[in-house]
């Protein structure tokens, strides 16, 4: 295979993994859904000896498997000693909303043998808790829509087909919690808060008298020149070791204001020379 990519899905019923997959197959991976692991190195010997250019693979392996997840761990230390450079990516999801989900579908869990769905959901995620430990990468989709989902994993797996990088800024509120699956969080909550300012109160970072209030602050400019400094040094070493998609959250009190103006600041930065930086405003 040609500068091969393997990609291994799993993750509970309802995270998302048909998303993630169909997301994958319009980048042009070839997709497999729910392939016994046992078969992965066979699987991989028959595209390397195809007559196409079978050279980005994705597979879904999960619970529905059952008694072929136990040599999980054997095939994949096979495959990594034979070379293979494999991303596994689990997908998780709360019980609360795992069980929305199945109850808006009315669809059967697979796990639930005509019991609730709250056993299926406890009896998969004891199925797949060696697989989650094992990943690379852990996705919890709880707070996310269909939609959000396909965006989320087309910025991801978009690094893999292209070999760069991708970057998303994305501003949060504090007051909302931390995102998940971020790697850098930047604290804003320090600059001139917009809110206790009548005219600026009900605007957003979008909007030009907010952008003025924030940045002619000193403290926002002394901020923002060594956070470009800092960025700009461990950006590209995170891309040295391989790294596919870096998530750089933005946080201020409410994710309206200062967090907003900031992230599109940095993303607008960080765009020059590079196609594939994004930015996300998860309060807005």
């Given amino acids: 295979m040609k500068e091969d990519c393997i990609i291994i899905l799993s ?16 980048l042009g991976f070839f997709c497999i859904d729910n392939l016994p692991i046992q078969l992965l190195p066979v699987f991989v010997e028959l595209c390397q000896s195809s007559s196409e250019d079978i050279s980005r693979i994705a597979l879904v392996v999960d619970a529905r498997s059952r008694v072929f ?14 070379g293979y450079d494999i991303k596994l990516i689990f997908l ?12 808006e579908t009315r669809r059967q869990h ?16 004891k ?14 989709t709880s707070d996310l829509n269909v939609h959000q989902l396909r965006s989320l994993f087309e910025e ?12 998303t800024f994305m501003s949060f509120g504090f007051k909302y919690g931390v995102p998940h699956n971020v790697d850098i969080v930047l604290d804003v909550r320090f600059l001139p808060n917009p809110y206790f300012v009548e005219s600026l109160k009900h605007l957003t970072g979008n909007d030009e008298p907010v952008i003025d209030y924030i940045f ?8 923002l020149k060594m956070t470009e400094s800092y960025l700009s040094y461990q950006i590209p070493l995170f ?4 790294k596919s998609y870096l998530t750089i959250a933005v946080g201020c009190t409410g994710g309206i204001h200062r967090s907003v103006a900031v992230a599109s600041y940095l993303q607008k930065l960080f765009s020059r020379g590079r196609h594939r930086v994004y930015l996300r405003n998860r309060e807005i």
């Fill in 110 to 125: 697979p796990f639930a043998e005509g019991g609730a769905v709250n056993d299926g959901i406890r009896a998969e995620r």
């Fill in 69 to 82: 997840l136990n040599p999980f761990q054997t095939t994949m230390q096979e495959m990594d000693r034979k």
């Fill in 156 to 167: 991801y797996f978009e690094g893999f087909a292209k070999r760069e990088m991708v970057i």
């Fill in 11 to 26: 993750g509970l019923s309802g995270s998302g993994k048909s998303t993630a997959l169909r997301t994958l197959e319009d």
């Fill in 216 to 223: 002619n602050a000193e403290e926002t400019k002394k901020y």
């Fill in 92 to 103: 998780d999801c709360s019980d609360d909303m795992l069980v929305k989900r199945f109850s």
């Fill in 239 to 242: 891309e040295r070791e391989g």
């Fill in 127 to 140: 199925l797949l808790e060696e697989i989650k430990r094992d990943a690379d990468t852990v996705f919890d």
